[in-house]
C-alpha cells in the first residue's frame, strides 16, 4: 500500500500544530494552576496569627483576600535599563518616616499599543533578593487598595535586557490591612496612567 507523501507531510504538520497547541493550553493552565495554589497559601497565612497583619478580631471574621482572575496579559517581559550608577534616595512611608533605596533601574513595556515605564528599586541594605515596584495605577480606589500596590521582580544577571513584570502578582502593602504599619508610598514617577486590572484587590 502506498502513501501520497504530501498527505504524510500534512499528517506531520498537523501533528507538531497539535502538540504546539496542547503545550500552549498546558502552560496556561499550570500557571493558573499555580496562581491560585499561591493566593490560598497567602489567604492561609492571612488567618495565622504569627503572619497575618489583620487584628484578633478581624482573622476571626476573615474568609479570604479579593483578586483579579489571573490574566497572562498582565505577565510582561519588559525592556531592561540598569542603571550604571545607582544613587540612594528615601522612600517616603505613610508613618511620615522614610526607608533607603537604591534607584536600581527601569523597565519599559508596552500594553495596549503605548509605551510605559517604571523605575526599580533595591532595598538599600543589601538583604533583599528581589527588585521592589511600588506602584499605583487607574484601579486605586476603584476596586484596587487607593495608596497603590507593589511588585516584586526577579533580580535580573548584569548581561539581562529583559526583567518580568507579572502584574498578577501585585500585591497590597500591610497598612492596607492595619494603622499599626508603616509602608512606602510610590513615588511619582511610578504612577501609571493606565488601568491594571490583575493582582491584590482592595480588602473592603
Do not use: H
Amino acid at each position: 500500500m502506498r502513501f501520497n507523501p504530501k498527505v504524510l507531510i500534512g499528517l506531520g504538520l498537523l501533528l507538531v500544530f497539535g502538540y504546539f497547541i496542547y503545550d500552549l493550553v498546558l502552560a496556561q493552565d499550570q500557571y493558573i494552576i499555580r496562581m491560585r495554589q499561591q493566593r490560598e497559601a497567602k489567604n492561609n497565612s492571612f488567618r495565622r496569627a504569627g503572619s497575618s497583619p489583620l487584628s484578633d478580631e478581624l482573622r476571626q471574621s476573615f474568609d479570604s483576600l479579593k483578586f483579579y482572575p489571573p490574566n497572562r496579559d498582565y505577565r510582561l517581559e519588559a525592556q531592561l535599563e540598569q542603571f550604571p550608577q545607582r544613587d540612594t534616595v528615601e522612600m517616603p512611608l505613610t508613618d511620615g518616616q522614610a526607608d533607603k533605596y537604591l534607584r536600581w533601574g527601569r523597565a519599559k513595556f508596552i500594553f495596549d499599543k503605548q509605551e510605559y515605564q517604571l523605575t526599580l528599586f533595591l532595598k538599600a541594605d543589601g538583604k533583599d533578593t528581589t527588585l521592589f515596584v511600588p506602584f499605583t495605577d487607574r484601579t486605586n480606589g476603584f476596586g484596587s487598595y487607593g495608596g497603590g500596590r507593589y511588585l516584586d521582580a526577579p533580580l535580573p544577571a548584569a548581561s539581562d535586557t529583559e526583567v518580568l513584570l507579572d502584574f498578577n502578582q501585585a500585591y497590597n502593602p500591610f497598612c492596607a490591612y492595619s494603622d499599626a504599619y508603616a509602608c512606602p508610598v510610590p513615588p511619582p514617577d511610578n504612577r501609571l496612567k493606565l488601568q491594571i486590572e490583575a493582582g491584590e484587590m482592595a480588602y473592603k
